[in-house]
């Protein structure tokens, strides 16, 4: 079993940075590959970016997002990272961090096992 909390999120201007936290629990959190998900007001849930378990080895990030996100995680900390740059108003969406056993990261929601309760980024323009 691991829980999931997200922090770091909050109001910011376009152009500006933020980074997003996700603190787990339990002892296996380096068996996990993690991502974050964000969804917008009236949207579907979209993948952001995945991060490998063995020490994020392995990264993988949406187009939109490549070149200003960064995924990253510390597995002596139980903390996986998502890095936002050069935020823009379309990247306004709660932003949801989860665990998947997957061998390598990947976009596909339903391989993610553990879920968090999401933090809020808005971005003004």
């Known amino acids: 079993q691991v829980q999931l909390v997200e922090s770091g999120g909050g109001l910011v201007q376009a152009g500006g940075s933020l980074r997003l936290s996700c603190a787990a629990s339990?002892?296996?959190?380096?068996?996990?590959?993690m991502g974050w998900f964000r969804q917008a007001p009236g949207k579907e849930r979209e993948f952001v970016g995945a991060?490998?378990?063995?020490?994020?080895?392995?990264?993988y990030h949406t187009d939109s997002v490549k070149g200003r996100f960064t995924i990253s995680r510390d597995n002596a900390k139980n903390t996986v990272w998502l890095q936002m740059l050069s935020l823009k108003p379309e990247d306004t969406a709660v932003y949801y961090c989860?665990?998947?056993?997957?061998?390598?990261?990947?976009?596909?929601?339903?391989?993610?096992?553990?879920w968090g309760q999401g933090t809020q980024v808005t971005v003004s323009s």
């Open positions: 339990g002892r296996t959190f380096s068996r996990y590959a």
């Open positions: 991060i490998s378990w063995n020490g994020g080895s392995s990264t």
């Open positions: 989860a665990a998947s056993l997957a061998v390598i990261p990947t976009d596909r929601a339903a391989a993610y096992v553990y």
